[in-house]
């Protein structure tokens, strides 16, 4: 047997800005807050356990320093990339430059908190 991804924990400055953000990002919900201010959205249908990870947003995080160690990839699921590109954008993401050569077929965009994530080309089905 091996492991399943549950969740992704983020330390965030604002976890509520965060949870706003991924939230529109993923199409997810608030599936609970805890009393140190961490957020736990998720899949609207599934919640904690299903087949995709849940995001927690972790209170308090400082300003990062350095290159993140991990990222999200993520793809669009009813549009192609440029439309999805535009909707995240339009969210607030803004273009990261990670040392990217141009000829790359994904965009790398950083959230609110400068969290780098990248926006894959190919279009995947909706859970």
Not at 90 to 105: I, K, M, S, W, Y
Request: glycine content about 12%; some cysteine; aromatic content about 4%.
């Amino acid at each position: 047997m091996a492991c399943r991804i549950s969740e992704l924990v983020v330390d965030a400055a604002d976890p509520d800005r965060l949870a706003a953000f991924w939230s529109e990002v993923l199409g997810y919900v608030e599936i609970g807050r805890e009393a140190d201010g961490s957020i736990e959205i998720g899949p609207p249908d599934a919640g904690f356990g299903g087949p995709q990870p849940t995001l927690v947003l972790s209170a308090g995080g400082g300003p990062r320093t350095g290159k993140l160690r991990l990222h999200i990839d993520v793809n669009p699921t009813d549009r192609d990339q440029d439309a999805e590109l535009a909707r995240l954008l339009a969210l607030g993401a803004r273009p990261a430059d990670v040392g990217q050569t141009g000829t790359e077929t994904w965009h790398v965009l950083a959230d609110p908190e400068g969290n780098e994530f990248c926006l894959l080309r190919r279009r995947l089905p909706p859970l």
